[in-house]
């Protein structure tokens, strides 16, 4: 009989956690979106201005970083926008703004390969359309909640 109130409890307490996270789905995901397209921002502002000054190497890294945060961005963008508990205002934004960051996450794979490559006119090119759409993308993402 107290096993089976033990095991009744647990399995109680673990739904309850269970349906915590999914009920924090929506926002958790988006907050994150948020933090990593703003931070694809930034990444690619440094990019440009390393690339302006010709450093080359140390842009590649910053497109490199840019990347990556782009794709998180997509990532938790896409999984806030198709949760259960999605708000009016990140399925209102949401779509505009995972357009415009798959475009730059597109964009800056351009600018890595390019760079890689040693191409820093092509890289800046790629970078500069990156950085612009993610700027987009990143002011529609903070439209999101």
Do not use: W, Y
């Amino acid at each position: 009989m107290r096993q089976t109130i033990i095991s009744a409890m647990m399995m109680a307490v673990s739904f309850f956690t269970l349906s915590g996270i999914a009920f924090a789905g929506s926002s958790m995901h988006v907050g994150a979106a948020k933090d990593h397209c703003n931070a694809m921002v930034a990444e690619g502002e440094k990019g440009m201005d390393h690339g302006g000054q010709g450093h080359g190497g140390v842009a590649l890294k910053h497109f490199k970083a840019m990347l990556h945060e782009g794709r998180e961005c997509v990532k938790h963008g896409e999984e806030g926008i198709n949760a259960s508990d999605a708000s009016s205002a990140t399925k209102m934004h949401g779509p505009e703004a995972m357009g415009h960051m798959k475009e730059a996450v597109h964009h800056a794979e351009g600018a890595v390969e390019h760079g890689g490559a040693g191409h820093l006119n092509k890289m800046m090119s790629h970078g500069k359309d990156a950085l612009g759409h993610a700027k987009a993308g990143a002011k529609h993402a903070n439209e999101m909640n």
